[in-house]
């Protein structure tokens, strides 16, 4: 079983799929994504971060994803940075897959690994100022800018998912489980997708 959780900045997200990772036993990826994709690019991990999941990329992501023209080592020399960081990034979540028993968090790893029956794509959520609360608790943001940094991020994250995929981020149909944590808590979403898994 692979879990993805796609998520809103300050939702809980990341925590909801840790839980889950060490409960079930699972691997996690998330932010080591991020220096995977680094070392295999040669690129920094602050550039990989920003075009990882935020920057708005070519028809050559949707390429790789589909497997219409699979890249190689001469390709990726000649590519955008945008695009080599997405082509890494693609390779890493299949990959990940393949080894089974897995949780990714975001990088549209629910579209990239749609084709697999073994899936269950998970959406989470919150009310605004619950996540702005949980944004400046675990995250150092500052009170009166974490609204303005919760709104930004999502912004990106909608912005990057639809250009993509061509989808809608957070539209409840292009997931399995769409979860609130501001009416559920975090404990009781674990609860839930461990419950489907099983």
Same mark, same amino acid.
């Given at each position: 079983?692979?879990i &993805?959780?796609?998520?809103?900045?300050?939702?809980?997200?990341? &925590?909801?799929?840790?839980?889950?990772a060490?409960?079930?036993?699972y691997?996690?990826?998330?932010?080591?994504?991020?220096?995977?994709?680094?070392?295999?690019?040669?690129?920094?991990?602050? &550039?990989?971060?920003?075009?990882?999941?935020?920057? &708005?990329?070519?028809?050559?992501?949707?390429?790789?994803?589909?497997?219409?023209?699979? =890249?190689?080592?001469?390709?990726?020399?000649?590519?955008?940075?945008?695009?080599?960081?997405n082509?890494?990034?693609?390779?890493?979540?299949?990959?990940?897959?393949?080894?089974?028993?897995?949780?990714?968090?975001?990088?549209?790893?629910? =579209?990239?690994?749609?084709?697999?029956?073994?899936?269950?794509?998970?959406?989470?959520?919150?009310?605004?100022?619950?996540?702005?609360?949980?944004?400046?608790?675990?995250?150092?943001?500052?009170?009166?800018?974490?609204?303005?940094?919760?709104?930004?991020?999502?912004?990106?994250?909608?912005? =990057?998912?639809?250009?993509?995929?061509?989808?809608?981020?957070?539209?409840?149909?292009? =997931?399995?489980?769409?979860?609130?944590?501001?009416k559920?808590?975090?404990?009781?979403?674990?609860?839930?997708?461990?419950?489907?898994?099983?």
């Amino acid at each position: 079983m692979i879990i &993805t959780i796609s998520r809103q900045c300050g939702s809980g997200g990341h &925590t909801i799929g840790k839980m889950l990772a060490d409960r079930l036993g699972y691997d996690f990826y998330d932010k080591d994504i991020i220096k995977a994709v680094s070392v295999e690019s040669g690129l920094s991990e602050k &550039t990989v971060e920003r075009e990882g999941e935020y920057s &708005t990329t070519s028809l050559l992501y949707n390429i790789a994803v589909n497997g219409i023209s699979p =890249y190689n080592v001469s390709s990726k020399d000649h590519m955008l940075i945008r695009d080599l960081v997405n082509s890494y990034q693609v390779d890493f979540i299949k990959k990940a897959a393949e080894k089974g028993n897995c949780i990714i968090i975001g990088r549209s790893a629910d =579209y990239i690994l749609r084709d697999r029956t073994d899936c269950l794509n998970i959406f989470v959520h919150g009310d605004l100022d619950d996540r702005a609360k949980r944004v400046v608790e675990e995250h150092e943001v500052g009170e009166a800018d974490a609204r303005q940094h919760v709104l930004d991020r999502d912004k990106k994250r909608s912005k =990057y998912y639809r250009h993509v995929t061509d989808q809608v981020w957070g539209m409840a149909e292009n =997931y399995d489980l769409c979860l609130n944590t501001s009416k559920l808590g975090i404990d009781r979403c674990v609860e839930l997708i461990s419950d489907a898994v099983k």
